[in-house]
């Protein structure tokens, strides 16, 4: 799956919602990079995770706060 395709999914979804809460979020495959830059500049509370591993520490350090 095109990453660039799921980040604006996640991004419209998480609008709509209004989702307020963080959000972890780990893309791996065709362009990666562009998914992560359109997380990172919406404007939401994405954290951009580079592996499974990252996301799972990111998540439990974002659940601490």
């Known amino acids: ?11 419209a979804a998480a609008k ?8 972890v979020v780990r893309l791996e495959g065709t362009n ?17 995770a580079q592996g499974m591993k990252d996301a799972a520490e990111k998540v439990v350090a974002l659940a601490r706060r």
Do not use: H, W, Y
Not at 16 to 23: A, C, Q, S
Not at 32 to 48: A, M
């Open 16 to 23: 709509t919602l209004g989702i307020r809460v963080p959000i």
């Open 32 to 48: 990666v990079e562009l998914g992560q830059k359109i997380l990172r500049e919406s404007g939401l509370n994405f954290t951009v």
């Open 1 to 11: 799956m095109r990453c660039d395709i799921v980040a604006k999914g996640v991004v």
